[in-house]
């Protein structure tokens, strides 16, 4: 079985090319289609820059100075611009968090979300408008909202929009940056919930990207640590406690421990 | 605001060379011309640069240098002036606008506005109608026009550093107005100022000149930048050559307030400021 | 908006009045009489100078809502005709100006936008310094030696018919557009280092549909009223240009007038401008709630 993705030896550099600045170095992982692989790690631990990486969006001036990403067999490191471009939105997905503007300000939800389905699967914008109001009432939203503008909404519906391009496009890659930091419980969990429908109903593969090793715990199949820009630790979710080695990993586990809802005896 | 910054800031130092250049023509100007700029010479009319007239003559004979290092002083000089004149009422408005309370601010701000209401230059080409053309309504003209912008943008600025939390802190231990503005508020306020007028100095080099030009503002035969000009622009068949010498004196100058303007902005970082 | 145009008018009524003593002794001087006294107060009290300030101002006001200012001291014909029969070229000159500022500030300012520190934008930032200190009167008047007198493409002597205006335009239009190009090029820095370019990218859309459906918009909307405060330049600027153009409008009109102490000219010039000038504000203020989001959604608001 070919793996979705498959990422060799990857090396991210920033300048000044004098004195460089190295945020990803090394760093190997591979997802399967219809798996989820939980990325977790520090701030500054380079996951969302190895998010970027895949989808050939690393900003401007850094790049890619080693290392190959294998997606569906095709290594997109040697891929023009036009032939990434052409990838993105079709066969692989990135979802932001959104802190206020992840969403366009002057255009209505409906319009976003109608692009999608004018621009993937080329329907006429009449249509991309009803498929727009279906794509919100699937992420539990009021089919009413396509008229409304971003800052008119919460960060949970923000999101949930986000989320729901993802189900537009369905694409056969998902890379999921953050999606529920900053979100109340009850939203987190009905993200994650739609993130477990989708990889059931759809057969996508889904990076899942997060500092909290709680939320990754209870969506991922596999989950791996990053550590200063490479993973050092890789395991079966159920599996991190016994088998993650490296120290990182083992204050991460400790952390969460600490952090879960303590339960007391009444 | 580091001192030796400055000297690696190339807007500042190209600008701070061509303004310096400038000044001392402005200065030193009259006592530096070859010749006397108001002579009249009729045998010696339109001639090409030579050794007693480097720049050549205009149609009246006189000597363009002489002309123009003469204008230096008048064109710069006055335009240096009304900026100074406009940055401290705009200033000095601004402050009381914005320190003072309700109604004082209220009542300052609606002149403000009723003011803005005129193009800047129309409200000038009014005042020098009124009171006719010369180099005072010219510059009361400007004046005028131009003070209300600073007014407003003052007064924004001293609204916003009378939020900061030092501000507030230092109203609650009790600090008096007068010691409140020079102390806290007028430290905020004044670099963006000094950037302004130095940008400003070039805008009003090009309107008073641009109104010299038009005959509104200093008279002949005061030899004026842009008066210059036009005498220039009755001969443009037949000497069309006299039209680069004022034109460029004053790109010049405009040139030199506009890189140190934009040099100090870096220097002392200051968000881009714009009067519009 | 009414107690401003009070305070305007207010305004121009101080400026007719700043010199009366001139005006009377001007008015004897054309009239070609003997100034003795008594004629001369028979004179004043004919214009009604010798009234109480504010019933003077009301006087006048009637009258210049009308725009109605008299005869023309130089002339001796209406003001009011000459004018309005002037103001359709001006206007036409500074709303082709207005155009060619938006245009030519786009063009520099996007491209430099999108690849800041590349070639484009060090030239177009070259271009917006030279172009911002050069006096426009004196680029109008190197442009009409090239155009007019040495290849003859355009007609030094003036009407104004439609080809001519490009190049009075393009000269008004010159200045105001070096300093918007670099104001437009921050916007489209901001804006495109904003997340939803970014989600616009993830969707795989091509840069027209992201430059023009997602970006455009944020980003000049903050400068949709500095533009309108542009006209206020350009209707100064017009004093100048045509001028120099020999663009029959009525700033070349009022220019003369003001040399000549055409005192009826000038004070109906200064109205017409003002009156112009806030028309234009007023309309830009509306577009700019039409084309806001935000505000729309306050506005409609309020009305509940």
Known sequence: MVDLLDIKDLQVTFPPWSDPFVPVKNLSLDLAAGQVLGLVGQSGSGKSLTGLAVMGMIPRPGKITKGQILFQGMDVTRYTPEQYRRIRGREMFLIFQDCGSALTPSLTIGRQLAEIYVHTHGQSWKKGMIQAKKALERVNLEP????????????????????????????????????????????????LDMFAALKDNCRVGILLISHDLRVVGRLADDVAVMYEGSIVDRSPVACLPEQGRHPHSRELIAACQELSYPVKSC | MSWAGIFHNTSILLGGALIGFLLITAVAGPGLSPNDPFQIDLTHRFEPPCQTYPFGTDHLGRCVLSRLLWGSSISLGSSVGISAAIMCLGLGIGIMSGMGNQRVDFFIMRMVDMLLSFPSLVLTLGIIGALGPSLFSAAVGICMGWWPVYARLVRGMVLSAREKEFVTAARLTGTSGIRMTTRHILPQVLPPVLVLASLETGTMILVFSGLGFLGLGVQPPQPEWGAMLNEARTYIFTAPYLLIAPGAAIFTAVLGFSLLGEGLRQAMQVRAVNPW | MVPLLIGVSIISFGLSHLSPGKVGDLLLRQSGGVTSSESAQRFKQELGLDKPLPVQYLHWLCKAIRLEFGASFSTGASVRQEMLKRLPATLKLTATAFLIMIGLSLLVGIPAGLRPGGLFDHISRLFSTTAIALPNYWLGMLLLYLFGVHWKIFSITGDASGGRVLLPALTLAIGMSAVYSRLVRERFLEVFSQDYIRTAQAKGLALPAILFRHAFKNALMPLVSLWGMSLGYMLGGSLLIETIFSWPGVASFAVQAVLNRDFPVTQCYVVLMALVFSLSNLTVDVLQTIADPKLRRNMQAKKV
């Open chain 1, 144 to 191: 009413g909202i396509s008229n409304a503008y971003p800052f008119e909404l919460s960060g949970g519906m923000r999101q949930r929009i986000l989320v729901s391009m993802a189900f537009a496009i369905q694409p056969r890659l998902i890379i999921a940056d953050e999606p529920t930091t900053g979100l109340d419980m009850i939203t987190q969990a009905e993200i």
